[in-house]
């Protein structure tokens, strides 16, 4: 059963910091690519930043550009996101994406899997 679990979020103050965590089973997490993606109250997704499967590129929203960080750790199939310098606009819900895409013979094949969420919340 594929899985991903979020971790590590929760409520802290402008200008502080939160390390969320998404750790993934069921399938090879070394070959997908992994992103976090959050919902603010009342708006769509929004993509924040992503890792390719081999970890060497991460590519990140102007928004969050210089404050957050993405890595992954292919030893505990685990992905985090580090978010420091938290603005009251950086509060979502944020969820942990895997992608992969594989040529199947005829046909390209989407893997992409989804977690539960975690929610974070930027106020005074």
């Known amino acids: 059963e594929v899985q991903l679990v979020e971790s590590g979020g929760g409520s802290v103050q402008p200008g502080g910091s939160l390390r969320l965590s998404c750790a993934a089973s069921?399938?090879?997490?070394?070959?997908?690519?992994m992103s976090w993606v959050r919902q603010a109250p009342g708006k769509g997704l929004e993509w924040v930043s992503s890792?390719?499967?081999?970890?060497?590129?991460?590519n990140y929203a102007d928004s969050v550009k210089g404050r957050f960080t993405i890595s992954g750790d292919n030893a505990k199939n685990t992905v985090y996101l580090q978010m420091n310098s938290l603005k009251p606009e950086d509060t979502a819900v944020y969820y942990c994406?895997?992608?992969?895409?594989?040529?199947?013979?005829?046909?390209?094949?989407?893997?992409?899997?989804w977690g539960q969420g975690t929610q974070v919340t930027v106020s005074p």
């Open positions: 994406n895997a992608v992969r895409k594989t040529w199947e013979g005829t046909y390209w094949h989407d893997y992409d899997y």
């Open positions: 069921g399938f090879t997490f070394s070959t997908y690519a």
């Open positions: 890792v390719n499967s081999g970890g060497g590129s991460t």
